[in-house]
């Protein structure tokens, strides 16, 4: 199932051309196999059963991945606001017969209940955000009150990844691992 939902902020991002995100896609591939996600993913620390949200799925890697640790009692949402990774996302799944993910199709509002999420991923995405801030406020209404956000980008140096996502006082760092910063719900 896909939901397309459509963002009123002023400033709203832009989804990369389609023939970008077919490249990325490759460069993605041959990433998974060098560096498998699996491998980041261990540090979140998913519970059976667990609600995820992995925000800017792109081509669906992380998705796949937090779908099989939370097992057929949880559930992952995968967002884009490109259509194409959404529907990129999409097929690997029904491919998979992975039918606990669904698709968003949103540049920042999930459509998700307030508190209905255990995990928000938010990796490799912080730094193409034009209002972090907006994002971040999403992610914390939909969190549970001990709901994690997990950050991982390698785009932006740890100052500046904590320095955003502290910024207002929703979330505050819990722990930093190999690959990952872990915040909790303020």
Request: overall charge positive.
């Amino acid at each position: 199932m896909t939901t397309d939902l459509k963002s009123e902020r002023k400033n709203m991002d832009r989804p990369m051309p389609n023939l970008f995100f077919r490249f990325m896609k490759l460069l993605f591939w041959l990433r998974d196999l060098l560096l498998p996600r699996e491998k980041i993913l261990r540090e979140v620390k998913f519970k059976p059963g667990s609600i995820v949200l992995d925000f800017g799925c792109g081509t669906g890697s992380y998705t796949v991945v937090a779908e099989q640790m939370v097992g057929p009692g949880g559930k992952v949402y995968a967002v884009d606001i490109n259509p194409l990774a959404v529907e990129s996302t999409k097929k690997v799944a029904m491919k998979r017969g992975l039918s606990n993910i669904e698709t968003i199709c949103s540049d920042c509002a999930t459509g998700l209940k307030d508190e209905s999420v255990d995990v928000a991923l938010l990796y490799d995405t912080l730094h193409t955000l034009s209002e972090p801030q907006a994002v971040l406020q999403e992610l914390h209404h939909i969190l549970k009150p001990q709901g994690v956000l997990s950050v991982n980008d390698h785009h932006l140096k740890q100052e500046q990844i904590i320095s955003r996502v502290t910024k207002r006082g929703l979330f505050k760092l819990s722990k930093k691992a190999k690959y990952t910063y872990t915040f909790a719900k303020v």
